[in-house]
C-alpha cells in the first residue's frame, strides 16, 4: 500500500461535499490500492454537521482512509494537501446581485488562495468546484501565487457528462461510445458543447447525428439548462452527479487521458483559440498522468462555435472584471 495522499476538502459537509467523501474514501480519486488522509473544512455554523459527516466517514470503515481531520480552520485543512477540492461556496439568494455574489465569495477564495500557496504541498493541485467556480479559481490563483498557473482548475466535467449522455441518448448508444466531447468556455449556461469534434463510436457526431438543427437548440439547451431543470425537480442543486464530475476530474488528471481523446476542464489560458491569457475557461485537455495536462491544439471550430465561444469567453472577462474590483485585485 502505497503513502496516504493527503486530500482537502471544503464545504464537506455540504450535500456535494457529503457524497464526494464517501467516493474519496472508497478509492474514486486514485484506486482501489492508494491510502488518503481526508482533511475536510467547514464554516463554523456547519461544524456540527461535520462531525456527523465524521462518524459516518468512521462507521464506513473505510480501509483506504488512514486518517481524518476534521476542522473550521482552512490552514489545518490544507496543510500538506497534494490535491484540494474547493466545493464550499456561497450560493445566490433572491433579491443578490451579481456582483454582491461575486464580492461575497471573492473574500473566500482570496483567503483559501493565500492559505493554499502557504501550508499546502508543494506539489499541490486545486480543483474548485465552488461556482461560479472559474471566477472563483482565478480569484483564488491570483491570492495564491506560491502555487504555479496550472496547478488550478476549475470543473467542468458535469457539463461534458451532461453533453455525452444526451448525445448516447439522441444516437441510441451507451454513453462510452460518445468521446471528444470538450467543454469550452465557462460554467454557466453560455458554456459551448462542442458537438463538431465530438465522435460517437469512432465516428464524427454529426454524421450519427445529422439534425443540426437539433444538435445547434434543443441539445445545446437541455445541457446549458440542465442543472436548473435539475434544481427544479428536487428543490435542490445538482450533488451526486457534481460529485460524481469531481471524481472524474481529478482521476482522469491524475492518471491520464485515454490516448485519442481528450476531457474538459478549465484552466488558466495560455492564449490557445484566442482566448486572453490568465483567464480561467474550459478547454478540451489531454492529461498524461500525476496532474500534469496540455490544451489540445489544432481543432476546427466552425463560424457557430466560434460565436458560442467568443460569448462564453466574453462572460467570462466580464465576470473576471467584476470580481477583481469586488475584492480589490488587478485583472
Known amino acids: 500500500m502505497r503513502d496516504a495522499i493527503r486530500v482537502a476538502v471544503t464545504g464537506a459537509a455540504g450535500q456535494i461535499g457529503y457524497a464526494l467523501v464517501f467516493r474519496i474514501a472508497s478509492g474514486g480519486l486514485f484506486g482501489p490500492h492508494q491510502r488518503v488522509r481526508l482533511q475536510l473544512l467547514e464554516v463554523p455554523a456547519a461544524e456540527h454537521a461535520l462531525q456527523g459527516v465524521v462518524m459516518e466517514l468512521r462507521d464506513g470503515a473505510c480501509p483506504l482512509v488512514e486518517e481524518i481531520v476534521a476542522t473550521t480552520d482552512p490552514k489545518r485543512a490544507f496543510e500538506g494537501a497534494e ?138 439547451k437541455s445541457v446549458q439548462q440542465r442543472g436548473a431543470e435539475v434544481l427544479k425537480a428536487r428543490g435542490l442543486s445538482s450533488a451526486a452527479s457534481a460529485a460524481h464530475a469531481a471524481v472524474d476530474t481529478v482521476r482522469t488528471l491524475h492518471e491520464g487521458t485515454k490516448p485519442g481523446d481528450w476531457t474538459s476542464v478549465a484552466v488558466s489560458s495560455d492564449g490557445s483559440y484566442g482566448v486572453p491569457k490568465g483567464l480561467i475557461c474550459s478547454f478540451p485537455i489531454e492529461a498524461s498522468g500525476k496532474g500534469k495536462w496540455k490544451i489540445v491544439q489544432g481543432l476546427k471550430l466552425d463560424e457557430f462555435g466560434k460565436k458560442k465561444l467568443a460569448a462564453t469567453v466574453g462572460e467570462l472577462e466580464e465576470e473576471r472584471a467584476a470580481a477583481a474590483a469586488a475584492v480589490g485585485i488587478q485583472s
Open 83 to 220: 490535491w484540494t477540492l474547493c466545493v464550499g461556496s456561497i450560493p445566490r439568494k433572491p433579491g443578490m446581485e451579481r456582483s454582491e455574489l461575486l464580492g461575497l465569495n471573492g473574500k473566500i477564495f482570496v483567503q483559501q488562495g493565500k492559505d493554499l500557496a502557504e501550508v499546502a504541498s508543494k506539489e499541490a493541485r486545486v480543483l474548485v468546484v465552488g461556482n461560479p467556480c472559474n471566477t472563483n479559481a482565478w480569484i483564488a490563483q491570483q491570492a495564491g501565487k506560491g502555487l504555479p498557473p496550472d496547478r488550478w482548475f476549475a470543473m467542468t466535467r458535469l457539463d461534458e457528462n451532461r453533453a455525452k449522455a444526451r448525445l448516447a441518448e439522441k444516437a441510441g448508444v451507451a454513453v462510452e461510445k460518445v468521446d471528444r466531447l470538450a467543454i469550452w468556455g465557462n460554467h454557466s449556461t453560455t458554456m459551448y458543447p462542442d458537438f463538431t469534434n465530438a465522435r460517437i463510436g469512432g465516428k464524427a457526431a454529426t454524421d450519427v447525428i445529422q439534425d443540426r438543427a437539433w444538435l445547434e437548440g434543443d441539445f445545446l
